[in-house]
C-alpha cells in the first residue's frame, strides 16, 4: 500500500480503492495480450487519478461494475476499441443529459454505421486522468486534433486560433461553433444554416465586440440583405446547401477566419471578387462593390443607397397617408349628401 499516505496528490482518493490500486498501482508496465496482439495497458496512477475530477469522488467499481471479485472474471475483448465500446455506456449513469447528447451527434450516427473509430466520450476525456474541459480552454481543439489534425492546424492559423493559442478567452473554440456532446454533420448543411446565429452569438455583444472596436451590426446589416433575407425565407426548408443562399462562412471562410485587414482574408477586398465567384461565376471585378459590406447606408457610406431609402421612408407613408384621407373624404361627402 505504498501510495497511502504517500502524498496530498491522491490524498482524497476514497479507501475502498486501495484494494484495486493494490494490484494497479505498483507497476507502471502492467498490462494484458490481447488476441489482436495489442497490450492494454492495466495500470493506474493513483497520482494522476487523485487529481482528476473523478479522484475524489468516484470508486473503481462505480465504472469498473463487473469487477466485483478476484481474480477477475475473464471478458472476450479482442482488441483495445473492444474495451473502449463496451465502457462506453459506463459514463451515462451520471452524465445522463450530455450522453442522451451523443445520440444526436454524428459521431454517434457514425459509430451506428459501424465505423468504431468514431469518438466515444473516452477518446475526448480520458479515461483515469480527466480534467475538466475547459482549464486551459486551448486543450478542447487540441482534444479534436487528435482526429481533425487537418482541419486543427487550419484553425489554428486563424485568427481565432492564434488568439485562443494567447490565451484570449473570447475567441471561440471548435465546441463554441460545434458544440461537444451533440455536434452536428457539418456536411449536410444544418450547420451552416446555424451560422448567423452562431457567429451573432459574440459578434452581436457589444461588452466583447468594443474591445476589439468590431461592429454589433454584422448580423442586423446581413439580415437585411439579399443574402440574409433569402436565407430568413429559406429557413426550414428542405433546401439543400448549394442552392442555400450565402452565410458568414461562405464569404469569411470556416476554419481559416482572417481578420479583413489580412492579405490572405477572403474578404479582403483583393480577393472579394474570387470569393464571389464561388457562387456567381460570372462576377466581374465590379461585382462586389453591389455589396455594402456589414455597414448601414449614411450620408457618408453608400450616400445612393442612404438618399433612395430615405425617399422610400418619406414618400410610402405619404402616399398611403394620402390615400387613406381620399377614401376618408370620400365616405364622408357620401354620408353628407345623403
Known amino acids: 500500500m505504498m501510495w497511502v499516505g504517500a502524498g496530498p496528490a491522491w490524498a482524497g482518493i ?3 480503492q486501495d484494494d484495486c490500486l493494490g494490484c494497479h498501482g505498483g507497476d507502471a508496465t502492467m498490462s494484458m495480450d490481447l488476441p489482436s496482439g495489442e497490450k492494454l495497458g492495466v495500470y493506474v496512477d493513483a497520482a494522476v487519478f487523485g487529481k482528476s475530477v473523478h479522484g475524489e469522488i468516484l470508486r473503481c467499481t462505480d465504472c469498473h461494475t463487473e469487477k466485483t471479485g478476484y481474480p477477475h472474471e475473464s471478458k472476450p475483448f479482442a482488441s483495445k476499441r473492444d474495451v473502449q465500446v463496451a465502457y462506453y455506456e459506463q459514463c451515462k449513469s451520471c452524465h445522463f443529459a450530455n450522453y442522451t447528447k451523443t445520440l444526436d451527434g454524428v459521431h454517434y450516427a457514425v459509430m451506428a454505421k459501424g465505423n468504431r473509430k468514431a469518438a466515444l466520450c473516452v477518446d475526448c476525456h480520458g479515461s483515469h486522468d480527466i480534467q475538466r ?7 478542447i481543439s487540441q482534444t479534436c486534433a487528435k482526429c481533425h489534425d487537418g482541419v486543427f492546424k487550419v484553425y489554428a492559423s486563424s485568427v481565432h486560433g492564434r488568439d485562443a493559442e494567447a490565451g484570449n478567452q473570447d475567441v471561440p473554440v471548435c465546441t463554441d461553433c460545434h458544440k461537444a456532446h451533440d455536434i452536428l454533420d457539418p456536411k449536410n448543411g444544418a450547420l451552416s444554416m446555424r451560422t448567423p446565429e452562431i457567429c451573432g452569438r459574440c459578434h452581436t455583444s457589444e461588452k466583447m465586440m468594443s474591445k476589439y472596436k468590431l461592429s454589433t451590426k454584422v448580423v442586423d446589416t446581413y439580415l437585411k440583405d439579399f ?18 443562399a450565402a452565410v458568414c462562412t461562405d464569404c469569411h471562410g470556416v476554419h481559416d477566419i482572417q481578420k479583413s485587414s489580412d492579405p490572405t482574408s477572403h474578404t479582403m477586398r483583393a480577393n472579394l471578387v474570387q470569393t464571389c465567384q464561388k457562387c456567381h461565376p460570372g462576377a466581374t471585378k465590379n461585382f462586389p462593390d453591389a455589396w455594402l459590406s456589414h455597414y448601414e447606408p449614411t450620408p457618408q457610406k453608400a450616400t445612393l443607397v442612404w438618399s433612395v431609402q430615405l425617399f422610400y421612408k418619406l414618400i410610402i407613408p405619404f402616399m398611403v397617408g394620402g390615400l387613406v384621407l381620399q377614401i376618408a373624404l370620400h365616405l364622408w361627402r357620401v354620408v353628407v349628401n345623403r
Open 227 to 244: 443574402h440574409g433575407m433569402s436565407a430568413t425565407l429559406q429557413r426550414g426548408t428542405k433546401a439543400d446547401r448549394k442552392s442555400f
Open 133 to 139: 474541459a475547459s482549464e486551459p480552454r486551448t486543450r
Open 14 to 16: 476514497p479507501a475502498e
